[in-house]
């Protein structure tokens, strides 16, 4: 590992954020869990633990829903103007742009992601899409509809009305983007909210829990509950007061998720796992794709849902593309997330390197080849090398299921029709990408990939405005956008005769 270089020093506020156990927010108070425990966050970059978080489970989720059902009702949420909302959503975004560098280093140090991505990705973008939500705050419309029924003259109209009290439950990649992400189109539509952060990555989200009151927002309009996801989260899932749950986070969880809200019928909606196709046809410009599919693999050490982890590149530039790959990658700066240059940092937690690493294990033992990388870096912190693995076919676990690290299989194909069969042939649809300079070819590729978003010639470019999510077992519902307001709305007809 590259270790030439300083980390970064704390800023005060940060040191002294993480020196004192961080209570949750319920009903606009910062509070200890009702047992009273607490649990650990760990610095991925060198082992420690960095801060502790107050440990709530149900009975504390009892409280957050109660508070949101509260200021839902009664609060002065429902009664606020479109326009008051969008204007209290404007405030939280510039108070965390204000804060932008002490965010940035808590992310930094509770997710491992190198300090360099939290200031350009992390932060500007959590900061961006509560900009993009506070704009639609006023947007949200019925429609007039022209009805036939009964040959009478009627006036029908629909109103689109908030759910009502929102769960949110979301994972350790991007913690406060999911934080942000989730919490713009609820606050826009006028839901109130309880947020459940990762175990693995609080702080973040905690620390813009600290933004809400200055922001205007009302007390109990957002609740924040740290806790583990079988007990916490579980009891979120399952609450018979909460009208919706989104969840962003493993299939496996997704489906759990489902089962749990069958009680009351919650609506649910889910971005999960992937296993995105990355397509490279000899006619591309080669020298774009090499790094366009480095990026879309290693960014955040390839913990990204949508990350293009099989490579298919067509035969006659395989060589050229596995050799451009392994040189770019091997060259990567893996390092502690607060030090300056890191271009990679650790993965997330103890678990995930070890998940990672079996997963390697078993491709090896099914004969894939490591041309770099192939384990852990180091014996400090959870970093692992980013590995491209040849030799590899559909049939092997490191194909066909998630692995949430710095893995990419490369695979040659020759023929487009075999090509889209295997692309498609996941249990996944999030996101896949066609590199090529045959304009025909990439949109008919583009039209026959089942996949929520397909990107010609570039990788992994999302924006508050677009919208994402996935085909079959990605996920329900589509997230960012204006779609993303259908999840947080329900519509009413309303008809009356006028003759
Ligand atoms: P990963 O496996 O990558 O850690 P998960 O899907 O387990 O991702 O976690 C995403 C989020 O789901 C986290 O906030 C976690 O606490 C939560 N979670 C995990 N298990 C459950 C569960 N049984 N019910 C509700 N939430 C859960």
């Known amino acids: 590992m590259a270790t030439a270089t300083q980390t970064i020093p704390i800023e005060k506020n940060v040191a002294a954020y993480v020196a004192k156990p961080r209570p949750m927010l319920i009903n606009g108070k910062w509070v200890q869990a009702a047992s009273g425990k607490t649990f650990p966050t760990y610095n991925p970059s060198t082992g420690e633990i960095l801060a502790h978080v107050a440990e709530g489970d149900k009975e504390d989720i009892d409280r957050a829903v109660a508070a949101a059902r509260a200021a ?25 742009e204000k804060h932008a560098e002490e965010f940035a280093q808590l992310e930094s140090l509770d997710n491992g992601k190198p300090i360099a991505m939290a200031r350009m990705v992390d932060i500007p973008t959590s900061v961006d899409q509560l900009r993009y939500y506070a704009g639609w705050a006023t947007k949200i419309e019925g429609n007039t509809i022209p009805i036939s029924a009964y040959g009478a003259k009627y006036l ?44 693995q990555t609080p702080l973040t989200a905690l620390m813009l829990g600290e933004l809400v009151q200055e922001a205007g927002i009302p007390d109990g309009v957002i609740n924040i509950v740290t806790g583990y996801g079988e007990t916490a989260g579980a009891a979120l899932a399952a609450h018979p007061d909460v009208n919706k749950i989104a969840f962003t986070g493993s299939t496996e969880v997704g ?12 609506k649910v909606s889910l971005e999960l796992g992937g296993k995105s196709p990355n397509i490279v046809f000899a006619d591309a410009e080669i020298e774009g794709a090499i790094p366009g599919a480095t990026n879309g693999i290693f960014f955040n050490s390839g913990q990204v849902c949508c990350a293009g982890s099989r490579l298919f590149v067509e035969d006659k530039q395989f060589d050229r593309v596995v050799d451009g790959v392994s040189q770019l990658a091997s060259k990567i700066r893996l390092g502690p997330g607060m030090e300056p240059t890191t271009q990679m940092g650790p993965v997330v937690s103890e678990e995930q390197m070890n998940r990672v690493c079996s997963y390697l294990e078993s491709g090896f033992s099914e004969g894939a080849k490591a041309v770099v990388g192939g384990g852990r870096e180091g014996n400090k912190g ?4 980013p590995t491209v693995l040849v030799n590899t076919n559909e049939k092997m676990k490191v194909v066909r299921e998630e692995i949430f690290g710095p893995v990419v ?34 949109h008919r590729i583009a039209s026959e990939l089942r996949a929520g978003t397909v990107w010609i010639n ?41 003759s």
């Open 72 to 96: 839902f009702e009664k609060g002065p949420w429902r009664n606020i103007t479109p326009s008051e909302r969008g204007r209290m959503m404007w405030r939280f975004a510039d108070l965390l």
């Open 156 to 199: 029908a109209y629909t109103l689109r009305e908030p759910i009502g009290v929102v769960g949110q439950i979301i994972p350790w990649n991007f913690p406060l983007i999911m934080a942000t992400l989730k919490l713009g189109p609820a606050l826009a539509s006028g839901c109130t909210v309880v947020l459940k952060p990762a175990e």
């Open 255 to 266: 489906k759990l998720i489902v089962h749990a809200a069958a009680g009351n019928l919650k």
């Open 382 to 385: 959870y970093f692992v090398k």
């Open 409 to 442: 299989t490369v695979m040659p194909f020759s023929d487009v029709d075999d090509l889209l069969a295997k692309a498609n042939g996941t249990q996944f649809g999030l996101a896949a990408a066609v590199w090529t300079r045959d304009i025909k070819k990439a």
């Open 458 to 498: 570039c990788y992994g470019v999302l924006d508050s405005a677009m919208p994402f999510g996935g085909y079959k077992q990605s996920g329900w519902g589509r997230e960012m956008g204006h779609e993303m307001l259908n999840l947080y709305t329900e519509v009413k007809s309303v008809c009356t005769p006028i």
